[in-house]
């Protein structure tokens, strides 16, 4: 089994949609999640950064996670033809945890590709 | 965040050669790190590179296979050695802020 898991997809809606883009992990050790944004033959760009379980907002997009559930989310409201790209979502320990573990090591999910059409 | 420029952005190469990539930052860092992606995969540590020491490599890669330089703060490179088909993929620096990661634009490499 897989410490994250993300449905590949691919993922194809209509402009203006809402998207929902999900990760499972197994690992209660981590503590910090994120999401990057992958445009083709480019490398990945930091879209958000959460912590604590919950519901974090920036603009169109809203992370959400429960660590309970081991589940974390992106949303895209009004999505937008240049929305489309690959979304990975990444997971660390908390430092504490980390043992001897690199402090650069991010698990990724597989990514899911997204297209919005006009 | 950090810019981070990568050269080559991509390469084909034949069996048996290797390949230097190049990483960039536009500020100090402690630790920089290269990343694998391969076609269809996930991205995958490789190592941590520190400047003024060995670099860290993750399980399953090594330093004959990929050798990795960090003379100075804002720089370092990733070699890819005695290269197979199996090595196609896009190396990718990276350099932490905080807790999060910025990526380099990345390097694709296409070996026949």
């Known amino acids: 089994q897989k410490e994250v898991e993300q449905d590949p997809g691919p993922l194809s809606v209509p402009e203006g949609a809402i998207v929902s883009l999900n990760c499972t992990y197994s690992?209660?050790?981590?503590?910090?999640f994120m999401w990057y944004r992958q445009y083709s033959r480019k490398g990945p760009e930091l879209l958000m950064y959460?912590?604590?379980?919950g519901n974090k907002e920036d603009g169109r997009f809203t992370a959400q996670v429960d660590k309970s559930s081991k589940y974390i989310s992106l949303f895209i409201r009004d999505s937008q033809p240049s929305d489309s790209a690959t979304y990975l979502c990444?997971?660390?320990?908390?430092?504490?945890?980390?043992?001897?573990?690199?402090?650069?090591?991010?698990?990724f999910g597989q990514g899911t590709i997204l297209t919005v059409h006009p | 965040s950090a810019v981070i420029s990568q050269k080559p952005s991509r390469d084909i190469c034949q069996r048996g050669t290797s390949l230097t990539i190049q990483c960039q930052v536009d500020?100090?860092?402690?630790?920089m790190f290269w990343y694998r992606q391969q076609p269809g995969q996930s991205l995958t540590l490789i190592a941590t590179?520190?400047?003024?020491?060995?670099?860290?490599?993750e399980s399953g890669f090594v330093i004959d296979k990929f050798p990795i330089s960090r003379p100075n703060l804002t720089f370092s490179t990733l070699t890819v050695s005695n290269m197979s088909p199996e090595d196609s993929s896009i190396y990718l620096c990276?350099?932490?802020?905080?807790?999060?990661?910025?990526f380099g634009e990345g390097s694709r490499l296409t070996v026949l």
């Open positions: 959460t912590y604590s379980s």
């Open positions: 590179a520190n400047q003024g020491s060995e670099a860290t490599y």
């Open positions: 990276s350099v932490a802020l905080s807790v999060v990661l910025f």
């Open positions: 500020s100090q860092v402690t630790m």
């Open positions: 990444a997971m660390r320990m908390g430092l504490a945890n980390a043992g001897g573990t690199s402090y650069g090591k991010l698990t």
């Open positions: 690992n209660s050790a981590f503590q910090y």
